[in-house]
C-alpha cells in the first residue's frame, strides 16, 4: 500500500449496517427481489479496497500491474459488446411523457418498473449484493447531495471508491440528520445458479439505464459500464441533478472546471462544456506553452454552478476522481494526467496490457513489440487490431492530479468568468467565438453540435446537435432545459454572470489534418479569452459573434502558418447559411417548450447572414 492510497481512504472503516430507516427498508427490499447469497455494506476503508480487488483479481475481471510501474493498480477487460454509454437504452421515465422532452427515450414509470422488477427478480442470486453509501459533492456542503448504490458488482464498487465520496463515513452523516438520498439500483443481470462458474465481465445483452426524474430514483440493468452503472455520475450528477438544480434554481453541467493564472497573477476560472470525448479532460489538465500561464484543475466532467450571495455563479466538481479517455494521452498532450495514473490507485479498462505489467493505448508512445490487446489476444504494431478500445478508460484518483487547485477542496466552489462551448467540427465553427450576452451563448449552447465519437454505442463521426454537450445527460424537457439557462440570465446581474464563449480545436484543412494543434496550444486561446473578459484584446465582430483578429492571438512560438491560422479562424458565411435549416429544423422539434427568444436569436443570425 502506498502513501497515497491512505490520502483517499475515507476515515471509519467499521462494518456497518445503519440505523436509517430508509435506507435499511430499501436495502432489504431490494434483497428480497435480487436475492443475493449476501450483503455487503461498503466502508469505503483500505482494507475493504485490498479485499475487493483481490477477489476481482481471483475472479479474473483484475488483472495487478506491476507495483513498480502503476502501484495499487489493475487493467480491465469488458465484455466487448459493454465498451459504451448506451443511448438507445437509456429512458427519463417522468410520470408526464412531455415532461422527458424529444430528446429522451421515454416509457411509463409504473410500466418500466413492471418489466425492470421482472429483470431485478432474482438477478443477484449467487452475488454479493454491495451496499455503497456515498455523497456527490463535499460531505461538508450546505446541503449534501446523498445517495447509496445498490450493486452486484465488485467493479463497480472499486471504481465507485476513486469517482466519489463514500463509505461509512458517508452513512453516518446521512444517519445523523436522517438524510434524503438517491436511491441507485445497479445490477449487472447475470446471476449465477449454484455451482456456475463466474465469467470475468459478468453482464446481460438486455440493458436498460433509467432515470425517475419526480422521485429522483435511478435503476439501471445490464451493463458494467462506467457510464451506465456508476449512477452517481451520469445518472445521479447530470440526470436526476438537472431536474434538482431545474426545481431549485441552480445549473447541473457536462463542464470540466479550470482556474487559470495570468504571468501578471490574475486569475480567472473557467467552466467549459464539451461532448464525451471532445476535449474535457485535456483541457482541464492543460500544460501551457506560452511562458508565465498556469492551468490548474478542478474538474474534468461535471460542474454545480450556483448563484452565491455576491451574485456570481460558483461552481463545484461533485466528482472525486477521473474517468478518462486513454487513447491519445501521453506525455506531451496529456503530461499532468500521465503524472496522475503514474502514482497508482487506478483502474484501466479495455487498454492493452504490456508485457512487462503495464498498460498502453494507441497515441501513448513507445509502442511495444507485444501486447495483451483489449480483447484478451496477442497484439503487436503489424496486428490490423486496435490495442485498446477507443473508449477505453482510466479511472484515478483526483488527489494525485498534479495541478489540482486547492481550491477543489472548498464547498462553495469558484466564481466562473468564463463559460466555454465546444465540440468536434470539421468545418464551419471557428476555433473561437465570443458571445455578445448571455442569450446569445445560450443560443450558442443550445445549438451546438458535434461529431459522434467512440464514448456511446452507435455510429461514429456524425454530425448532430448536442446541446451544451448535455443531450444525453437532460433528465428532462430539452425545451425546458433551454428557459432555465435563459432565466438564470434574466434572474441575475449580468456583469456578473460568466462570459460564454465556442471553440473547436477540431476543424481540418483539405487534406483531413486539425487546423489547429490543440492541447497545451489551446492556453493561447484561454489567454485570448481572459484578455477579453478584461477588455484588453482585439476582436472582428462577424454574423456569428466576435472571432480573435489573427494579432490578438498569441502566436509566439506557435507552429503554424498564417493561412491555416486565418482558416482556423474564417467564418465562411455560406457555411453558416447551410447550418440555418439544421438549426431550424433542431428547434422545431421543441415546439413551445422553445423559448421564443432563441427564435429571436435564430432570427438575428440570419438577418446577420443575408438568409
Ligand atoms: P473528454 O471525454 O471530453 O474528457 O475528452 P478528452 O480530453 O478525454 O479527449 C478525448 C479525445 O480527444 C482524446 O483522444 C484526446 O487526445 C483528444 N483531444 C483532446 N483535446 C484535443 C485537442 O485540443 N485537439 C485534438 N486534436 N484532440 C484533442
Ligand atoms: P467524458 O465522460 O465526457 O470524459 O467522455 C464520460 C461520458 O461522458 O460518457
Ligand atoms: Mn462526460
Ligand atoms: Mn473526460
Not at 161 to 170: F, K
Not at 494 to 504: D, E, G, M, R, S
Request: negative net charge; charged residues 25%.
Amino acid at each position: 500500500m502506498t502513501a497515497d492510497t491512505a490520502s483517499i481512504s475515507s476515515q471509519d472503516n467499521q462494518s456497518a449496517p445503519t440505523t436509517h430507516e430508509g435506507i435499511l427498508n430499501w436495502v432489504n427490499e431490494v434483497a428480497e427481489l435480487t436475492q443475493p447469497d449476501t450483503v455487503h455494506w461498503c466502508t469505503g476503508s483500505d482494507e475493504e479496497w485490498v479485499e475487493l480487488t483481490d477477489a476481482l483479481v481471483e475472479t479474473g475481471t483484475f488483472v495487478r500491474l506491476n507495483a513498480e510501474k502503476k502501484p495499487n493498480s489493475f487493467w480491465a477487460a469488458s465484455d466487448p459488446t459493454d465498451v459504451a454509454r448506451v443511448e438507445d437504452r437509456t429512458y427519463i421515465c417522468s410520470v408526464d411523457e412531455k415532461d422527458s422532452g424529444p430528446t429522451n427515450n421515454w416509457m411509463d414509470p409504473n410500466e418500466m418498473k413492471a418489466i425492470m422488477t421482472d429483470l431485478y427478480r432474482g438477478s443477484m442470486k449467487g452475488r454479493t449484493m454491495y451496499v455503497i453509501p456515498f455523497v456527490m459533492g463535499h460531505l461538508e456542503a450546505e446541503s449534501p447531495m446523498f445517495g447509496v448504490e445498490i450493486t452486484d458488482s465488485a467493479y463497480v464498487v472499486a471504481s465507485m471508491r476513486v469517482m466519489a465520496r463514500m463509505g461509512t463515513n458517508v452513512l453516518r452523516r446521512m444517519e445523523e440528520v436522517d438524510a434524503k438520498f438517491v436511491p441507485a439500483l445497479h445490477s449487472v443481470g447475470m446471476p449465477l445458479e449454484p455451482g456456475q462458474q463466474d465469467v470475468a465481465w459478468p453482464c446481460n445483452d438486455t440493458k436498460y439505464i433509467v432515470q425517475f426524474p419526480e422521485e429522483r430514483a435511478i435503476w439501471s440493468y445490464g451493463s458494467g459500464y462506467g457510464g451506465n452503472a456508476l449512477l452517481g455520475k451520469k445518472c445521479y450528477a447530470l440526470r436526476i441533478a438537472s431536474v434538482m438544480a431545474r426545481d431549485e434554481g441552480w445549473l447541473a453541467e457536462h463542464m470540466l472546471i479550470l482556474k487559470l493564472t495570468s504571468p501578471e497573477g490574475v486569475v480567472k476560472y473557467v467552466a467549459a462544456a464539451f461532448p464525451s470525448a471532445c476535449g474535457k479532460t485535456n483541457l482541464a489538465m492543460l500544460a501551457p506553452t506560452i511562458p508565465g500561464w498556469k492551468v490548474e484543475t478542478l474538474g474534468d466532467d461535471i460542474a454545480w454552478m450556483r448563484i452565491g450571495e455576491d451574485g456570481r455563479l460558483y461552481a463545484v466538481n461533485p466528482e472525486f476522481g477521473f474517468f478518462g479517455v486513454a487513447p491519445g494521452t501521453n506525455e506531451k498532450t496529456n503530461p499532468n494526467a500521465m503524472r496522475t495514473i503514474e502514482r497508482g490507485n487506478s483502474v484501466f479498462t479495455n487498454v492493452a496490457l504490456t508485457d512487462d505489467g503495464d498498460v498502453w493505448w494507441e497515441g501513448m508512445g513507445n509502442t511495444p513489440a507485444h501486447a495483451t490487446s483489449w480483447k484478451g489476444q496477442d497484439w503487436t504494431p503489424d496486428s490490423e487490431e486496435l490495442s485498446s478500445h477507443p473508449n477505453s478508460r482510466y479511472c484515478t484518483p483526483i488527489k494525485q492530479c498534479p495541478i489540482l487547485a486547492p481550491e477543489y477542496d472548498d464547498p462553495n466552489g469558484v466564481p466562473i468568468d468564463a463559460i466555454l462551448f465546444g465540440g468536434r467540427r470539421k468545418t464551419t465553427i471557428p476555433l473561437v467565438t465570443e458571445a455578445r450576452d448571455w442569450t446569445h451563448g445560450t443560443f450558442m449552447g443550445a445549438t451546438l453540435s458535434s461529431e459522434t465519437t467512440a464514448a456511446a454505442t452507435g455510429a461514429v463521426g456524425v454530425v448532430r446537435r448536442d446541446p451544451m454537450a448535455m443531450l444525453p445527460f437532460i433528465g428532462y424537457n430539452a425545451g425546458d432545459y433551454f428557459n432555465h439557462w435563459i432565466t438564470v440570465g434574466k434572474d441575475n446581474d449580468a456583469a456578473k454572470l460568466p462570459k460564454i464563449f465556442y471553440v473547436n480545436w477540431f476543424r481540418r484543412d483539405e487534406d483531413g489534418g486539425f487546423l489547429w494543434p490543440g492541447f497545451g496550444e489551446n492556453s493561447r486561446v484561454l489567454k485570448w479569452i481572459l484578455q477579453r473578459i478584461d477588455g484588453q484584446a482585439e476582436a472582428t465582430e462577424t454574423p456569428i459573434g466576435h472571432v480573435p483578429t489573427p494579432e490578438a492571438l498569441d502566436t509566439d512560438g506557435l507552429d503554424m502558418t498564417e493561412a491555416d491560422l486565418a482558416q482556423a479562424l474564417e467564418v465562411d458565411v455560406e457555411e453558416w447559411k447551410a447550418e440555418i435549416p439544421q438549426i431550424t429544423e433542431w428547434f422545431e422539434k421543441f415546439g413551445d417548450n422553445l423559448p421564443a427568444v432563441l427564435w429571436t436569436e435564430l432570427d438575428g443570425l440570419k438577418a446577420r447572414l443575408g438568409v
